[in-house]
């Protein structure tokens, strides 16, 4: 059975740990045989581990919970240096 590429935003769940059961069953499935899909959550991966050593814990936390719910990551701009 040939099956579809994964999403940004499945992978960004799956990376996260957010997924199961059948759902993280067809992912892990599909990156047996998806070169690209490997690459993708190779970024996705990457990003998310600079997203933990830029971010504080409750931060990071907070775009977790949003890419849990679907949402787009919305980083806040830096502070002004005073």
């Known amino acids: 059975m040939l099956l579809p ?3 940004q935003g499945a992978l960004k769940r799956y990376s996260l740990g957010f997924l199961n059961g ?10 047996l045989i998806c ?12 990003c998310i581990l600079q997203m933990r050593q ?7 936390q907070e775009q977790a919970n949003a890419i849990r ?12 240096a005073n």
Not at 54 to 60: G, K, Q, V
């Open 22 to 31: 059948e759902d993280q069953d067809l992912i892990e499935e599909h990156l």
């Open 35 to 46: 070169d690209d899909c490997r690459r993708a959550l190779s970024l996705v991966d990457y």
């Open 54 to 60: 830029t971010l504080s814990e409750a931060e990071f």
């Open 5 to 7: 590429h994964a999403t």
């Open 69 to 80: 719910h679907g949402h787009i990551l919305m980083f806040k701009p830096a502070s002004p």
